[in-house]
């Protein structure tokens, strides 16, 4: 069968999850991966986990880059490859966006995990405008545990 570019989603991790945040990548455009190999670690609010090419092929756009914050069923990657099972996959062609920069803030220069930032906004805080933060999390980010640390120091639950 001759090769067709997917899209490939970004995973949805049930229900309750809807974000999930780029901890690392393992590969760029124009790289090959075989069907299991790790293409990325990403984070939910629960946990961190590998994700894994879903086919051998080669790897075309790559829009997403580390610490970045992704809505479930958004596009992640898009990959030429001649996995018949994955048809229902094929990309319609559009151009590929990458994400906009956020504004500017405070805490621009912060790059929170999901939990981390669900913490915050519980206690009543604008994650935005945190001043004093140590982000101890994977890659640098503001992690749950350090949300809660803040608040201990805080005096807040």
């Known amino acids: 069968m001759a090769n067709f570019i997917i899209d490939v989603p970004v ?30 670690e990403l984070e939910s609010d629960k946990s961190v986990f590998d994700y894994e090419a879903p086919a051998d092929g080669t790897v075309v756009a790559l829009p997403v880059k580390a610490g970045e914050v992704l809505q479930a069923g958004g596009l992640f990657l898009r990959l030429e490859t001649a996995d018949a099972s994955l048809k229902h996959l094929e990309s319609k062609g559009g151009a590929v966006a990458t994400t906009a920069p956020a504004a500017a803030s405070p805490a621009a220069a912060l790059i929170w995990t999901p939990r981390a930032t669900k913490l915050a906004q519980e206690a009543g805080l604008d994650p935005a405008k945190l001043t004093g933060l140590v982000a101890t999390g994977p890659g640098g980010r503001v992690s749950g545990d350090d949300v809660t640390q803040y608040l201990a120091a805080l005096g807040k639950k």
């Open 11 to 40: 995973p949805s991790m049930g229900a309750t999850v809807n974000e999930l945040t780029v901890v690392s990548l393992k590969t760029k455009p124009g790289d090959r991966v075989t069907k299991g190999q790790k293409i990325a």
